[in-house]
């Protein structure tokens, strides 16, 4: 009776086991050239600054480009339907006032200043007319928990830009949606030590263990360097040699620390001496 019972359990292992390497398993064939990418610094949200460079803003990408790093940018609707780059879901730290960004017309958005600058929130087209193909592209689609309606309309904007682009999104959806309906493009799913920062649920634990790379199948993992150290991610890694991208490394002592465990970096707060 025992010897069954350690039969049956030994399956259940086996079987969990499994379906877990399953379930974290990135896109391992038709992967798209990840070349282009590669040997690249990416600015956190342009290279802003305290100054007259406010995050997100065509002055801050300006600067990204001009200085020979690639850019990381963030994007999301306005009421009636743009895409405008903006990170934040309401503008009170940037922008001073009460509301989410879905909740204003793109025209009364572009009534709003960029931490009290003279820069506003730029639409995605105006963004990519700047950058002109001289410098990679990652674009985060910031999506809802279900609405995932930034990625057609984004995309009709990407798929005519002639530079190197990527997608990534916290939401398994988006890059799901990218799997079902533009293959070619390279996709990244983002995540956090969310359980490990103190978040609960069982959306936050599947989430930080990439537990949904089943579902968009990416093409590179972005992951909060500070959690590094999470098997799901290094296995992603290591044994399905999917590319790994660090988020936001602060200084030169992060960035040279995170070598070690990551192939691309996106950086804030500082400059880094070896630009692209």
């Not at 922008?95 to 572009?110: A, F, I, M, P």
């Not at 990519?128 to 999506?143: F, Q, S």
Request: net charge positive.
């Amino acid at each position: 009776m025992v010897g069954k019972i350690l039969i049956v359990l030994g399956i259940c292992i086996l079987v969990a086991v499994i379906l877990y390497f399953m379930m974290i398993m990135p896109r391992i064939t038709g992967k798209p050239d990840m070349t282009p990418f590669l040997g690249w610094l990416y600015a956190h949200r342009g290279l802003h600054n305290k100054g007259d460079a406010p995050e997100n803003s065509l002055r801050a990408f300006e600067r990204a480009v001009q200085a020979g790093y690639g850019v990381e940018l963030d994007v999301q609707l306005s009421r009636d339907g743009i895409p405008v780059v903006f990170h934040d879901d309401t503008l009170n730290r940037v922008c001073g006032v009460e509301g989410r960004v879905r909740d204003y017309t793109y025209e009364e958005l572009r009534g709003l200043r960029l931490c009290g600058t003279d820069q506003r929130i730029p639409r995605l087209e105006e963004v990519l007319k700047l950058v002109d193909g001289l410098v990679p592209l990652i674009v985060e689609m910031k999506a809802g928990t279900s609405d995932i309606s930034v990625c057609p309309v984004a995309d009709r904007l990407l798929a005519a830009y002639k530079g190197v682009y990527c997608m990534e999104s916290f939401n398994p959806l988006a890059v799901f949606w990218y799997r079902c309906n533009r293959k070619g493009v390279v996709r990244g799913q983002l995540s956090d030590g969310f359980v490990k920062g103190g978040k609960k649920g069982v959306f936050c634990f599947l989430s930080q263990n990439l537990l949904f790379n089943w579902l968009g199948k990416p093409d590179f993992v972005a992951y909060n360097h500070h959690f590094s150290g999470i098997w799901s991610r290094r296995l992603c890694r290591r044994l399905y040699r999917n590319t790994a991208v660090a988020w936001t490394v602060q200084s030169r002592e992060e960035l040279d620390a995170a070598r070690k465990q990551f192939d691309l970096f996106i950086f804030d707060g500082f400059v880094p001496v070896d630009a692209a």
